[in-house]
């Protein structure tokens, strides 16, 4: 993928690691790059801060028929879409006493809105043979997020349906990217750090803290080798080794952590 007038979109592209994207692609000469999120104001703000390739969307990424419409949307403006980032994500901060609303939640943008853009942008790209996805996954979708449960189950399944898509897709053109980095430095970060949730203080107590324009960096530098697993933190590689050839001594590690986190 090389981003040379490139057509884009970014959901979630208002904040955090999202907008990041969004300026990194402008930057590396992207034709148009799509701001979307939830939040219109904010995606306006950032799109008018890229300058005249950059346009404002609002999406609820929850929302099918609001997926569909920004990409049929793009696609007549724009002819086409190269690389659809399904970024935007949310965190519970908590275990199994979560309601069932912040679960759904959970379930419906870190895992539903990748289906519903697959769904709406796979039938462009294979028409013209070729595309690609980025899906913002996290550390937490190899690992595990301590302290917050919904997160790490949703994560894991979103790592396993870009898994899937790759398997079925790739030989029809459409190369798919999981985007999986630990520690960023962004809103939902700080304000779990904030928070005192247990999960937050793990993942600041366990490796470097990125910026979000390092993690935009690592996500160009994997898009132009056309990789499957994209990990701004080198060390989550080895520790998902460990996890694989130890489980039992991974889990009394990350306990060992939390026991120290807490007492």
Known sequence: MNLTNRIVVVTGGAGGIGSALARRFAAEGAAAVVVADLEADAAHAVADGIGPVAHPATVDVTDE???????????????????????AGVSTGG??????????RAWRVN?????YAARAVLPGMLARGGGHLLHTCSAAGVLTAVG???YTAT?????????WLSITYRDRGIRVSALCPQGVD???LADGLAAGHLGARVIAASGAILTADQV??????????????ILP????????????????GWQAGLRKLVRRLTT
């Open 111 to 115: 895992v539903l809105a990748h289906v």
């Open 155 to 163: 994560k894991h399944a979103a790592v396993g349906f870009a898994e």
């Open 216 to 229: 935009a960096e690592a996500a160009v530098a994997g898009l132009a080798e056309e990789r499957f697993l």
């Open 65 to 87: 028929d609001q997926v569909r419409s920004l990409v049929a949307d793009t696609e007549r403006r724009y002819g086409r879409i190269d690389l659809f980032c399904a970024n």
């Open 95 to 104: 275990g199994i006493e979560v309601d069932d609303a912040a679960w759904d």
């Open 233 to 248: 933190h080198p060390e989550v590689a080895a520790y998902a080794r460990r996890r694989a050839e130890d489980p039992d």
């Open 186 to 188: 962004t809103p939902m």
């Open 148 to 150: 917050d449960a919904a």
